[in-house]
């Protein structure tokens, strides 16, 4: 089995839920305040090792308690944590969530998360990293950084997924790097031009990415499913149908999901329903890390739903 290195963000939610969002200059009432472990990176993380992957985090935190109690949440979730740092005079990130109408806003203070420079990640993943390991990242960290551990860990032979978000177009440099992207709707607009209303829309999208050199395409479609492009060859599972309470980490745990499902040597279609499944557990509870199930977990609901 492969192992997987993460290197992103990790931040702690301040979450609320309201029945509107809220006018300029308004205050309004709201129920529901959740405190949650978070992070794309830490989400990621922490779905892939629930779901049964060797998961090490590179990532940083703030000595505060926020930092304390996310650190303590990667170990409980047996995430290896060696290369991840405490740095002084920066806060741990935070995201403030509004919840409504079963779909979230989210609105970001990085702090630590843009604290590593390029040569503390690329020596960890020296450390951690052997050929044929997957390497995951986002947006959310330093972007130099970013850019310079992907073309680091792509150099060394790691098999490298991108989930850009929060989305911004790709540039050449990332193009070379990237073995595969996972994206969801809005994400696809801004970096190909296309909303992929439906699965169509979707290869179009895929089409784009694939003529700039990314073998493995990867776009969620919320409640429709998942398309997929794999060495050339189009794939679509749809979702399972769930009460959906909150979907704060539904992409997340999707992404997790597959990786840990690579690692495991699923084929990408299995991969694919493997991942909709954990994400349709993930959509019908509340928050983001406390949401994502475990590998107990999806079983039981596989057998609930006889697949």
Same mark, same amino acid.
């Given at each position: 089995?492969?192992?997987?290195?993460?290197?992103?963000?990790?931040?702690?939610?301040?979450?609320?839920?309201?029945?509107?969002?809220?006018?300029?200059?308004?205050?309004?009432?709201?129920?529901?305040?959740?405190?949650?472990?978070?992070?794309?990176?830490?989400?990621?993380?922490?779905?892939?090792?629930?779901?049964?992957?060797?998961?090490?985090?590179?990532?940083?935190?703030?000595?505060?308690?926020?930092?304390?109690?996310?650190?303590?949440?990667?170990?409980?979730?047996?995430?290896?944590?060696?290369?991840?740092?405490?740095?002084?005079?920066?806060?741990?990130?935070?995201? &403030? =969530? #509004?919840?409504?109408?079963?779909?979230?806003?989210?609105?970001? *203070?990085? +702090?630590?998360? @843009?604290?590593?420079?390029?040569?503390?990640?690329?020596?960890?993943?020296?450390?951690?990293?052997?050929?044929?390991?997957?390497?995951?990242?986002?947006?959310?960290?330093?972007?130099?950084?970013?850019?310079?551990?992907l073309e680091h860990a792509h150099d060394k032979g790691l098999f490298c997924i991108v989930n850009?978000?929060?989305?911004?177009?790709?540039?050449?440099?990332?193009?070379?790097?990237?073995?595969?992207?996972?994206?969801?709707?809005?994400?696809?607009?801004?970096?190909?031009?296309?909303?992929?209303?439906?699965?169509?829309?979707?290869?179009?999208?895929?089409?784009?990415?694939?003529?700039?050199?990314?073998?493995? &395409? =990867? #776009?969620?479609?919320?409640?429709?499913?998942?398309?997929?492009? *794999?060495? +050339?060859?189009? @794939?679509?599972?749809?979702?399972?149908?769930?009460?959906?309470?909150?979907?704060?980490?539904?992409?997340?745990?999707?992404?997790?999901?597959?990786?840990?499902?690579?690692?495991?040597?699923?084929?990408?279609?299995?991969?694919?329903?493997?991942?909709?499944?954990?994400?349709?557990?993930?959509?019908?509870?509340?928050?983001?890390?406390?949401?994502?199930?475990?590998?107990?977990?999806?079983?039981?609901?596989?057998?609930?739903?006889?697949?």
């Open positions: 089995m492969s192992k997987a290195i993460v290197f992103g963000s990790l931040n702690m939610d301040l979450s609320i839920l309201c029945d509107r969002i809220p006018q300029e200059g308004e205050t309004m009432n709201g129920s529901d305040f959740l405190t949650n472990p978070g992070g794309k990176g830490a989400n990621q993380a922490v779905a892939a090792s629930r779901l049964g992957a060797d998961v090490s985090m590179i990532g940083a935190v703030g000595e505060d308690e926020f930092g304390n109690v996310l650190t303590d949440c990667m170990e409980d979730a047996g995430i290896g944590c060696l290369h991840l740092r405490h740095l002084d005079g920066t806060s741990t990130g935070i995201a &403030v =969530i #509004i919840r409504c109408n079963n779909n979230n806003r989210i609105i970001l *203070d990085h +702090g630590a998360n @843009y604290s590593l420079d390029p040569n503390e990640v690329c020596t960890s993943i020296d450390e951690i990293a052997e050929p044929g390991d997957i390497f995951l990242t986002q947006f959310e960290c330093n972007p130099e950084t970013t850019h310079k551990a850009p978000a929060p989305a911004k177009p790709l540039t050449e440099d990332l193009y070379k790097n990237i073995d595969s992207v996972c994206i969801n709707e809005t994400e696809c607009e801004i970096i190909t031009g296309i909303y992929p209303h439906d699965e169509k829309e979707a290869a179009k999208a895929a089409d784009i990415l694939e003529k700039n050199g990314i073998p493995q &395409v =990867i #776009i969620t479609l919320g409640s429709s499913g998942a398309y997929g492009r *794999d060495k +050339g060859k189009d @794939y679509f599972v749809p979702a399972f149908k769930t009460n959906a309470v909150d979907t704060t980490a539904a992409g997340d745990t999707f992404i997790g999901a597959m990786i840990a499902a690579m690692a495991d040597g699923l084929n990408f279609e299995d991969a694919m329903r493997f991942s909709n499944m954990a994400s349709a557990i993930t959509v019908s509870r509340e928050g983001a890390q406390q949401s994502i199930p475990n590998r107990v977990e999806l079983e039981e609901y596989r057998k609930e739903k006889g697949l």
